[in-house]
């Protein structure tokens, strides 16, 4: 490891690691949100498969539906997924980022602040 004031840095093949770590957690993330959308578009907003996927895509990247939907608890569905997907979405560009961000700091020269 290679030391940058009071840490230690990673070598890049350890990071490489962490990277591809966090990487998997937030494709997995995301794979099983997007999951929870397709479900719920097609069993409660009575959309085929297809359509739920482009419904749930469009929603959890937060560009916004694209069916109408027709009943009261396919709508409170939507409005919950909406929700789920917003605060889903931005946490796993932060679990993504984090490593990078974590070694800019080192490379920065970042330390915590002592009281």
Same mark, same amino acid.
């Given at each position: 490891?290679?030391?940058?004031?009071?840490?230690?840095?990673? %070598? %890049?093949?350890? /990071?490489?690691?962490? *990277?591809?770590?966090?990487?998997? /957690?937030?494709? =997995?993330?995301?794979t099983?949100?997007?999951?929870? =959308?397709? &479900? =719920?578009?097609?069993?409660? +907003?009575?959309?085929?498969?297809?359509?739920? &996927?482009?419904?749930?895509?469009?929603?959890?990247? =937060?560009m +916004? %539906? *694209?069916?109408?939907?027709?009943?009261?608890?396919?709508? *409170?569905?939507?409005?919950?997924?909406?929700?789920?997907? +917003? *605060?889903? /979405? &931005?946490?796993?560009?932060?679990?993504?980022?984090? %490593?990078?961000?974590?070694?800019?700091?080192h490379?920065?020269?970042?330390?915590? &602040?002592?009281?």
């Amino acid at each position: 490891m290679k030391r940058i004031g009071k840490k230690y840095m990673l %070598p %890049p093949k350890e /990071f490489a690691k962490r *990277v591809l770590k966090y990487t998997v /957690f937030s494709i =997995g993330l995301l794979t099983f949100s997007l999951g929870i =959308g397709i &479900l =719920g578009y097609h069993y409660i +907003g009575a959309l085929n498969w297809i359509d739920s &996927l482009y419904n749930a895509s469009m929603i959890l990247t =937060g560009m +916004g %539906p *694209v069916n109408e939907l027709q009943t009261d608890s396919a709508k *409170v569905f939507a409005s919950i997924y909406a929700i789920f997907s +917003g *605060v889903i /979405f &931005l946490s796993t560009v932060a679990i993504f980022f984090a %490593p990078f961000a974590h070694r800019l700091m080192h490379l920065l020269k970042i330390e915590e &602040l002592e009281d």
